[in-house]
């Protein structure tokens, strides 16, 4: 279909106005957070530029009716359930991959029910966790019951990644290892691990962005303790002012630092697969 | 020329009974049974109390496990739930029906009319870049947007498209729908785009040679094709929408009530039996409208 | 000594291994042929504990190891592909079963460094020991791989399709090296390979397996001497069969005369003559002792150290003759030229109905 280009040029167009779609609302965001404050809204016209909302999130304005958004706890939390939730997930999902390395008995059933983690809302999940809790008489918490169910959602990401790296990978390599006297056990540590690594990132990365920005979830489980979503849901009560704009300005930067790290870390590991595949093809000593 | 035979990984449910106990034997259980025991206590636990809660008996402020179907009773004569519940589902059809509709032109583009694989790759980083931002950011994004003085009417007015702001734009069911398609529309470019950059180049050049049209390829081989990739893009925007409160109550001013919004309210009240009916009922929904997609696709061969 | 007893092995419905039996000596090279399908590589595996057989014994010095996992069974696999560690040197790669290995692992390091660089020394790949797996070449690989398995001492060296992925120049030095290798280590090599040269080149002894059967067992030279087996034949792709009958003035061939018998062999149903030992002449006469056959020059191929010739019989068949270099210079032919193959009866076998081969009297025996 290359040789139609007025419908080539069409759809370019097109798909650009649909990046602006997508685009459009943090582009009025971002100016928006630099509106005057306190006095000016989150609206336009911008009253005047500042820089008032990003020192009102820090506390540095002199006091007004706006209270500061309850951020600071809040951030400390979800990134603390974010990384538990993407160490036992990852684990969970890495496991559970490997065993579907062989077909067994069992396997369908077990692979819809992972699937159904991500697939079930997580609205029904937390209303069902609070009732489990409540009839259990068990206390509601981030770090319990919402936490269980930020992995039972960010597990099968990590399954299907670990899947994905699996498949591409040559079981022979292990078979090698056993066949020198190596446990499996050994074998996995010393050869498989190692070798799936970069995917294992890829479904941290998942687990730590999914349960940063859950809240379905964490409504009804997290108990008072809020998480950083969940502060931000509570802000939907009441009237919004720009500080949340300049927030969420910063929380995307945060999440592109996240994604930089990311990013470097997975070049680094390519790069020095790299260098092992490209040496100098030399001939027989 | 060996690879049919030692790929042919045979099940080891037919194992050798002499082989080392049981857990050699059953090597795989026992590693998927960390993952399983998880996914039963905290997924298949809380949704079965869930539909054992929505027959309890509810009183004002507390709930007794006395069975009765009074909340259904309740659910289904009530002009405002009911209405609640169409109101989901037509939203949800609306947004599905708009994320193909939006989604699919530029998941043509990306997949199919550009040629370089890294100017795709970057296309489509660049779409699931928003997913960075909280959703709930990304969601409140819209006010300043569609507002009186939005973003929208500033441009529109500019423009000389309109000479009054649009009124409408903000805290309608409209906005509701304008901020779920942008958020949700992304999950169908992507499996779609995915499904059309693996079509070979070749049954479609092989088409062209036997004279078929544009239009002729595109119906009979292209979308045929991209199906499975629409269906998954579906199941994701679909089990999304109906499961949705935030956006509704973000932008429709507490408008409009979807059972999402409902079950909030009900748990906020602590009529924990209430919020289990319908919370089954949205189970049911959405279990329906993901069987009834999966049998278009085997979502296992798909992923 | 390995023993199997009656290993079969199927998938679904496809036969993998049907009731196959064997020894495996000590100190011996052992070389496995067959085409692809015939099921030499699941026979390796199940040896090498990767595949579980469905019925059959493998015994190792007499004891059962059919219940021990791979890791305990002592013997190393090369596989076709070297399956490398990637992301370790070659001296890690070649450490690493002494290292991490279950039983008796090597905790000295001294100890690990020694036995590591003779062995690296041993397959000459000393100073290639900092080295990745993706900065070496099809060769150096095959010999890291190699040297992993054989620092471990394994009792048996499992080698499936170990040249396969070398070029000829190299397989061939490979060869060479390999049974040097095995002479200085004493131990005993299972080598699986699906061309016939290399089996005939390296073997001590050799098996021809074929739709999961074993058809034969024996040193390469009487294999190829006298295949047991039409088949047998076929696979070491150094024998014009030619399909007929014998009848009271020789073998009865459809559109040729009668084709000399070596031997009284009523049974017979199919004439066998080595490619090496017919020769082209352009005089179809007859003569004692000889078999003579018309056909017609279509090609010929020149490998090295010998020629290849093409002919075609009457019925349309094509019948090979390999002549070597250090013996005649090549020849010409035209295009379509006439010609004689001719042969000594001595080097022919004759293969009754069931592709059976016929024992005949003495060689040189009068038709």
Redesign the interface.
């Known amino acids: 279909?290359?040789d139609?280009p007025i419908?080539?040029r069409t759809?370019?167009v097109?798909?650009g106005l649909?990046?602006v779609?997508?685009?459009?609302?943090?582009v009025?965001?971002g100016i928006?957070s630099f509106q005057a404050g306190p006095e000016g809204g989150?609206?336009?016209?911008i009253i005047e530029w500042s820089t008032y909302w990003y020192r009102h999130l820090f506390g540095l304005t002199e006091a007004t009716r706006i209270a500061p958004l309850p951020i600071r706890e809040a951030l400390l939390r979800s990134l603390t359930l974010a990384f538990a939730t993407t160490v036992v997930s990852t684990v969970?999902?890495t496991?559970?991959a490997?065993?579907?390395?062989?077909?067994?008995?069992?396997?369908?059933v077990?692979?819809y029910?992972?699937?159904?983690?991500m697939?079930?809302?997580?609205?029904?999940?937390g209303?069902?966790?609070?009732?489990?809790a409540?009839?259990l008489g068990i206390d509601r918490s981030w770090w319990g019951t919402a936490f269980?169910?930020h992995?039972?959602y960010t597990?099968p990401f990590a399954?299907?990644v670990m899947?994905a790296i699996f498949n591409r990978f040559d079981?022979?390599v292990e078979e090698a290892a056993w066949s020198l006297g190596v446990s499996p056990a050994v074998t996995f540590r010393k050869v498989t691990f190692p070798m799936v690594f970069p995917g294992v990132l890829s479904a941290m990365l998942f687990g730590f962005?999914l349960s940063y920005?859950e809240?379905?979830r964490s409504?009804?489980t997290a108990g008072s303790d809020v998480t950083?979503?969940l502060a931000?849901?509570g802000t939907?009560a009441v009237e919004?002012h720009p500080n949340?704009?300049a927030?969420?300005v910063l929380?995307?930067l945060f999440?592109?630092t996240?994604?930089a790290i990311y990013g470097l870390l997975m070049a680094a590991s390519v790069r020095r697969a790299r260098i092992k595949a490209s040496g100098i093809q030399e001939d027989e000593a | 020329?060996?690879s049919?035979?030692?790929l042919?990984?045979?099940?080891?449910?037919a194992?050798?009974p002499?082989?080392?106990g049981w857990f050699?034997r059953?090597?795989?259980?026992?590693?998927?049974s960390?993952?399983?025991a998880?996914?039963?206590?905290?997924?298949?636990?809380?949704?079965?109390?869930?539909i054992y809660?929505s027959f309890w008996t509810q009183t004002t402020f507390a709930i007794n496990s006395t069975l009765t179907t009074k909340s259904w009773v309740a659910f289904f004569s009530s002009d405002t739930y009911v209405g609640a519940l169409l109101r989901t589902l037509r939203l949800w059809l609306t947004v599905l029906a708009l994320t193909f509709v939006?989604g699919y032109?530029?998941a043509?583009?990306?997949g199919?009319?550009v040629?370089s694989k890294s100017i795709q790759t970057i296309?489509l980083v660049?779409?699931v870049i928003?997913?960075?931002?909280?959703?709930?950011?990304?969601v409140?994004?819209?006010?300043?947007?569609l507002?009186r003085?939005?973003?929208v009417n500033?441009v529109l007015e500019n423009l000389g498209i309109i000479s009054q702001p649009i009124e409408t734009l903000l805290f309608t069911e409209t906005s509701v729908i304008i901020g779920m398609v942008?958020i949700y529309?992304?999950f169908m470019v992507g499996p779609v785009a995915f499904m059309l950059a693996r079509i070979d180049d070749s049954l479609?050049e092989a088409a062209r040679d036997l004279g078929a049209s544009?239009w002729t390829?595109?119906s009979r081989i292209?979308f045929p094709l991209s199906l499975p990739g629409v269906v998954v893009g579906a199941?994701f925007v679909s089990?999304?929408v109906?499961?949705?409160?935030?956006t509704a109550?973000?932008l429709s001013g507490r408008k409009v009530n979807l059972l999402?919004n409902i079950?909030?309210s009900q748990?906020g009240s602590l009529k924990?039996a209430f919020?289990?009916v319908i919370?089954v009922v949205?189970?049911v929904c959405?279990g329906v409208v993901?069987a009834a997609l999966l049998r278009l696709v085997n979502?296992?061969k798909e992923? | 000594m390995l023993e199997l007893q009656g290993l079969s092995k199927r998938?679904g419905t496809e036969v993998?291994l049907d009731d196959v039996s064997l020894v495996v000596r000590d100190d011996e090279y052992l070389t496995l042929l067959g085409p692809?399908?015939s099921?030499?590589?699941?026979l390796l595996?199940v040896i090498a504990g990767l595949?579980?057989?469905d019925a059959g014994r493998v015994l190792l010095d007499g004891r059962d190891i059919?219940?021990?996992?791979t890791h305990r069974r002592g013997l190393g696999i090369v596989q076709?592909n070297y399956a490398l560690f990637p992301h370790m040197t070659v001296f890690d790669n070649v450490a690493f079963g002494l290292r991490f290995r279950e039983t008796a692992p090597v905790a000295d390091p001294s100890e690990v460094d020694r036995r590591t660089r003779a062995t690296l020394d041993l397959v000459g790949l000393t100073g290639f020991e900092t080295r990745m797996p993706g900065q070496l070449s099809g060769g150096q690989k095959q010999r890291v791989s190699l040297a992993r398995t054989l620092v471990t001492e394994p009792r048996i060296c499992l080698l499936?399709?170990p040249l396969?992925a070398l070029d000829a120049n190299l397989r061939e030095r490979m060869t060479v090296e390999l049974r040097r290798i095995r002479e200085a280590l004493g131990v005993t090599f299972l080598h699986v390979t699906?061309n016939e040269a290399e089996a005939l080149a390296m073997g001590d002894r050799m098996i021809v397996l074929d739709r999961g059967r074993a058809l034969a067992v024996a040193p390469p030279e009487e294999i190829f001497a006298a295949p047991a087996d039409t088949r047998v034949a076929r696979f070491l792709n150094a024998w014009n069969l030619i399909p007929g009958r014998a009848g009271a003035d020789g073998f009865e061939v459809a559109g040729e005369a009668p084709l000399a018998l070596p031997a009284p062999a009523p049974q017979a149903q199919t004439y066998g003559v080595p490619y090496d030992a017919a020769w082209i002449s352009r005089d179809p006469a007859p003569a004692p002792g000889e078999g003579v056959l018309p056909a017609r020059y279509v090609a010929s191929e020149f490998l090295g150290s010998k020629v290849v010739y093409l002919l075609r019989r009457a019925d349309g068949k094509v019948f090979e003759v390999e002549r070597h270099l250090s013996r005649e210079d090549p020849e010409t032919y035209a295009q379509d030229e006439t010609l004689a193959v001719r042969w000594r009866l001595a080097d022919v076998h004759l293969f009754d109905g069931a592709g059976r081969r016929i024992p005949l009297a003495p060689a040189g025996a009068p038709a």
């Open positions: 279909m290359g139609l419908l080539k759809l370019a097109y798909t649909f990046i779609f997508l685009y459009g609302p943090f009025v965001m928006l989150p609206q336009f016209p969970l999902g496991l559970t490997q065993a579907f390395r062989r077909n067994f008995r069992g396997s369908g077990i692979f029910l992972v699937i159904l983690g697939m079930v809302p997580g609205l029904l999940l209303l069902g966790q609070a009732l489990v409540q009839n269980v169910l992995v039972v597990y399954f299907l899947l079981p022979r962005t920005d809240f379905p409504l009804f950083l979503p931000i849901y939907f919004i949340i704009f927030f969420g929380s995307t999440s592109f996240i994604l | 020329m060996t049919s035979e030692t042919t990984r045979p099940a080891p449910a194992a050798d002499r082989a080392e050699a059953n090597r795989s259980l026992v590693l998927a960390p993952g399983v998880w996914m039963v206590l905290f997924l298949l636990v809380p949704l079965g109390m869930m809660v939006i032109p530029t043509l583009f990306i199919r009319f040629r296309l660049a779409c928003p997913f960075w931002t909280s959703f709930l950011i990304r409140l994004a819209w006010r300043p947007m507002g003085e939005g973003a500033i942008q529309v992304v479609i544009a390829i595109f292209i199941i089990v999304m109906l499961g949705e409160f935030a109550s973000a999402g079950i909030v748990v924990w919020a289990a919370g949205l189970t959405i993901v979502l296992r992923l | 998938y993998a692809s399908g099921g030499k590589s699941t595996r595949e579980t057989p059919g219940a021990l996992p076709q499936d399709e396969g699906g």
